[in-house]
């Protein structure tokens, strides 16, 4: 059985994060080893979070790991407090590395524009600094602009500003790019890529279900972790997110008790398994 480490917070209540990423990535066959980087009551879109931070546990768990000679066969990563976190993650993918071991960076920080609640100007340059060490980011619009220090574009950018962005992107150093919630026209959501290995463009879409919650960033970038652990290619593994992300979206929109802080992506595994099975 693969093995991944995941290296982003507990958030206990609120459906985002590890709390997402450890039961799909798990669904998906792969075991999924954590690393809590803090601990919230919630996540940071309710007001008045308690949160222990465990900047200072990272470093531990990472000697403990190291010492005991644990082996990953991918490295995932998605919000992070603090500069200090992120330089404590860029040691774990120094430490972790080996010849086919992926490094899947989503650079969680923004969305519409804005950073999130307790980020200042600086993080973005600091998560920038972890892209680089990536093989495969996932920024969404708002990421990709903050990563490179440019105005946000809106979410209705042309297909050429979203290439452009892509090309500036795959500079910061990971092979792979691709950002994610592009709208294509036709009430069609999904993401393009660059891969700078081969000079390819790529994307795909699926119907976009007018809904929005939290944490479906983290659907998406958990189920496509798990898939391209799973050995799909990049575009087929983000495909299968696309489609696992907007079911989960339908699903909870059509919930008449729904939650408005995350997705129901619980009622959507049994269909993941099946499709997996399908292509394994
Ligand atoms: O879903 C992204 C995310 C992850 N972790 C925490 C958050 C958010 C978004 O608000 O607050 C703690």
């Known amino acids: 059985m693969k ?9 206990c209540l609120g459906k985002c994060s590890l709390s997402v990423a450890l039961p799909i990535i798990s669904a998906m066959g792969i075991e999924t080893s954590i690393v809590p980087t803090a ?9 008045g979070f308690h949160i222990r931070d465990l900047t200072e546990d990272m470093k531990k768990v990472k000697e ?5 000679d644990f082996k990953f066969d991918g490295i995932y990563t998605g919000y992070l407090a603090s500069a200090q976190q992120i330089d404590i993650v860029i040691e774990y993918i120094e ?4 010849p086919n071991n992926l490094v899947i960076v989503d650079p969680v920080m923004a969305e519409d524009g804005k950073l999130y609640t307790g980020f200042d100007d600086s993080h973005p340059s600091h998560m920038a600094r972890l892209c680089g060490k990536a093989d495969i980011i996932i920024p969404n619009i708002s990421e990709a602009a903050l990563l490179l220090g440019m105005d946000y574009p809106g979410e209705d950018c042309s297909m050429d500003k979203i290439k452009e962005m892509l090309l500036g992107l795959s500079k910061l150093g990971a092979k792979c790019c691709v950002i994610t919630g592009v709208h294509f026209g036709n009430d069609r959501l999904g993401f393009v890529g660059y891969d700078s290995l081969t000079n390819d463009f790529f994307e795909g879409s699926t119907k976009e279900v007018k809904y929005r919650s939290n944490g479906t960033g983290d659907v998406f970038a958990s189920t496509f972790t798990g898939a391209v652990l799973n050995d799909y ?14 079911r989960c979206i339908d699903d909870t929109a059509k919930d008449p008790n729904r939650r408005t802080y995350a997705v129901n992506f619980e009622t959507q595994i049994p269909w993941l398994c099946e499709e997996l099975k399908k292509n394994i």
Not at 3 to 11: E, T
Not at 95 to 98: C, D, Q, T, V
């Open 95 to 98: 430490a972790f590395s080996r």
């Open 3 to 11: 093995r991944i480490m995941s290296i982003q917070d507990l958030s």
């Open 233 to 246: 290619s990049i575009k087929d593994a983000l495909m299968l997110a696309a489609e696992f992300t907007c």
């Open 64 to 68: 403990h790991w190291k010492k005991e």
């Open 39 to 47: 601990v919230l009551s919630a996540h940071t879109q309710f007001d």
